[in-house]
């Protein structure tokens, strides 16, 4: 009887499974929409900016001639991705082969559902829009389990390939990100043992504002040495030089994508991208305050609530295309770690300081608490 | 049948078809893809019964790290099916033994799994939350604290005894 009261939803706090109704999946398909859609057109321009900011820093102009400041250049680029041979290697295993690169963009572009982009939009006649299409508890392990799958379409395209360099680049990408994961994991617990809550909706509404009264709200405030860590740990993940030794060119030709043509390889390619700009994002919601800005309780009061979320969601955008532009600055700097030196950067000094880090946080969190 | 139902059997049948793929499948490869879609539709049926942070941690520490080292060790083997040893018998004969023993024991954990199934099902019909982090780690921290304690101490014992097999032996390469 009780399973029959469920199974009509007269129980509707239990699953909320039970609880969608049409409005509701609309809202999320337009929110998902719109959340992929940026995502992609932020990374197409990402590109562009690479290409200015790697010409700024050497002396040189970049692209120019495709519109003004050269910027249709990724609109060419794709055009040129779709019209180059489609190239499968013949002892290749053919699945896998477009598996990898399908996989790698997925996966780039799943993180993306648990991150609140901005406050709840309050409308006048009482309805409102979540900002975010999964509020799940424990977003932050979502992020990191989908961090961890990163590696599978490197891997895969790598095995799938047939191709001596290839398959090093697979093996070297796996070992990096399974020796990463670890700091990063460990970096993040520290963080979670302040805030209290996985929840990434609970997280960014800790840091409500700029100032709490006595210190910065802020967690990069808070959790400095966490933040370091999350952050090296991050290029590693994204095979962003420093420590893209899976695409080393002067090694592996082009690493796992050495046998990719046309639009797989740039599949890849603009896959790196997209990770980076949701990673940027997450790391501003995680440590620099998400959607929150100093001074946003005087604007709350002046606008109205929509386009206070929208903001809001322009300052988290705000502040990940300064990170993207960051992770930019570093790639045109910094050269190419060894091998050894990533190795022994991730666990000789990583996870060690990362697990002092966790140390102190629990030591100040007892102290204070008592 | 309301759509809990039907995406329960849905899922119940992809669960079986990948686990079945496992083990059917000759190169051992696409064998470590079906064991990682079996563990994402096991992971679905924990969420199924709000259990979301077994289902996340499921994926992270199945999907995301032992099946990434599965992996890494069948590419360095290059294992294909043309170039798979040919087994003797004595071995196919072992392995049918061995196997019917596992067997055995996982029809005898069934079995009293399914006597008194009244005290362990989980009742849909109440809001059931132990599956939530806090109700998990509550009961890790209260109720099963000694368990929990010396499963760490297991687990630390055998990164020891990994880091000691892994450790280069001085001795032997001054030597040679």
């Known amino acids: ?370 | 049948m309301d759509i809990y139902q039907i995406i329960c059997w849905i899922l119940s049948i992809f669960t079986l078809g990948c686990a079945i793929g496992v083990i059917m499948s000759r190169s051992p490869i696409n064998s470590v893809l079906f064991l990682i879609l079996t563990f994402f539709s096991i992971s679905a049926h924990y969420v199924m019964m709000n259990a979301q942070f077994l289902a996340i941690v499921n994926i992270i520490v199945y999907a995301g790290a032992i099946m990434v080292l599965f992996l890494f060790v069948l590419m360095l083997m290059n294992l294909n099916s043309d170039t798979e040893p040919q087994k003797n018998f004595l071995i196919q004969f072992a392995g049918v033994i061995s196997g019917g023993a596992l067997l055995l024991v996982f029809v005898a954990a069934i079995k009293s799994t399914f006597t008194g199934l009244e005290g362990k099902m989980i009742d849909l019909s109440q809001s059931t939350n132990i599956g939530l982090i806090q109700n998990l780690g509550t009961m890790l921290f209260k109720e099963y604290v000694f368990p929990f304690e010396i499963a760490s101490v297991l687990f630390l014992s055998a990164m020891v005894g990994a880091v000691v097999i892994g450790k280069k032996d001085k001795q032997l390469s001054t030597t040679e």
Not at chain 1, 55 to 66: I, L, N
Not at chain 1, 128 to 148: C, E, K, P, R, T
Not at chain 1, 156 to 166: E, M, Q, R, Y
Not at chain 1, 188 to 203: A, E, K, P, Q
């Open chain 1, 1 to 370: 009887m009780p399973l029959f009261l469920y199974f009509c939803g007269l129980n509707t706090q239990r699953m909320f499974l039970l609880a969608i109704t049409i409005s509701f999946i609309i809202q999320k398909i337009i929110l998902a929409a719109i959340i992929i859609g940026g995502s992609l057109g932020i990374a197409l321009y990402a590109t562009w900016a690479e290409r200015k900011v790697s010409a700024v820093m050497q002396d040189r102009r970049g692209p120019t001639r495709a519109g003004p400041f050269g910027l249709l250049q990724p609109l060419a680029d794709g055009v040129k991705m779709f019209m180059k041979e489609e190239i499968i290697p013949i002892f290749s295993n053919k699945f896998l082969f477009v598996l990898g690169p399908s996989l790698a963009m997925v996966v780039a572009l799943m993180s993306s559902a648990v991150i609140p982009w901005g406050p709840d939009m309050k409308f006048a006649d009482g309805t409102s829009f979540s900002l975010q299409v999964a509020d799940i508890n424990i977003g932050m392990l979502y992020v990191f389990g989908v961090v961890s799958l990163g590696v599978y379409g490197v891997m895969l395209g790598a095995w799938a390939s047939n191709n001596k360099f290839s398959l090093l680049s697979g093996l070297r990408a796996a070992a990096q990100a399974i020796s990463y994961e670890l700091a990063l994991g460990l970096s993040m617990i520290s963080l979670v043992m302040m805030t209290g809550s996985l929840s990434l909706n609970d997280i960014v509404s800790q840091q409500h504002g700029f100032w709490d009264g006595n210190w910065f709200s802020w967690n990069v405030f808070k959790q400095p040495l966490a933040f370091l860590i999350f952050l090296v740990c991050s290029f590693a993940e994204l095979n962003r030089a420093p420590f893209d030794l899976a695409e080393c060119e002067s090694e592996l030709i082009g690493g796992y994508h050495t046998e990719y043509s046309s639009l797989k390889l740039g599949f890849y390619l603009f896959a790196e991208y997209i990770s980076m700009f949701i990673t940027s994002v997450i790391i501003s919601t995680l440590f620099f305050g998400g959607y929150n800005f100093p001074g946003m309780d005087a604007v709350a009061t002046m606008v109205p609530s929509p386009l206070f979320s929208i903001i809001c969601a322009l300052v988290l955008l705000t502040k990940a295309i300064g990170f993207i532009l960051f992770f930019m600055f570093i790639r045109w700097t910094i050269p190419r770690f060894r091998y050894d030196q990533l190795m022994n950067l991730g666990w000789k000094s990583l996870i060690p300081l990362a697990l002092i880090n966790m140390l102190i946080t629990g030591a100040v969190i007892l102290y204070f608490n008592k």
